[in-house]
């Protein structure tokens, strides 16, 4: 299959579910799709279309939460990401670990540290933060307030 035919089955297979399509050039596409959608593009991505998962990214874009997932075709040179929006408030989607097992530890970072809520998840128990850790809080909100008044957070700054 050509990339060309990659990307416009794709786009007829998940026409409902596509919320933007950019073809940012001709080793990457990022494809942002209704959260409900996440499981079937991305299985159909990684199973159907042979693409490696590579891993996950969570970010706190002001307005939403969002989580890229990085997908790649070797065979075409082709970097595949499908983004997903999610509510603030309420933050949820379907987890990926069950079809790709390469998903699970990334998923309970994302977790941990956005407190994005993955339902399917087979274990979102604690991966990075301390156990005295406060549920609740989570470092990489842009709202984040220091709960530890005797920490010390300066590495890296």
Do not use: C
Not at 68 to 81: A, D, G, K
């Amino acid at each position: 299959m050509t990339r060309d035919a990659v990307l416009h089955d794709l786009q007829d297979k998940f026409r409902e579910d596509i919320l933007d399509f950019f073809d940012k050039s001709p080793k990457r596409v990022y494809i942002e799709v209704k959260p409900d959608a996440l499981v079937a593009a991305a299985t159909y991505i990684f199973r159907d279309l042979g693409a490696r998962f590579h891993i996950a990214s969570g970010i706190d874009a002001r307005t939403h939460l969002e989580i890229l997932y990085h997908f790649s075709i070797e065979t075409m040179n082709l970097l595949i990401s499908i983004r997903v929006k999610l509510d603030k408030s309420n933050p949820r989607v379907d987890s990926l670990a069950n079809v790709i097992k390469g998903a699970n530890w990334i998923e309970r970072e994302i977790h941990e540290l956005l407190g994005i809520d993955f339902p399917g998840h087979p274990n979102l128990r604690r991966l990075l933060l301390a156990e005295e850790w406060p549920e609740g809080v989570y470092p990489l909100r842009r709202d984040y307030k220091e709960w530890d008044k005797k920490a010390v957070r300066d590495r890296g700054v």
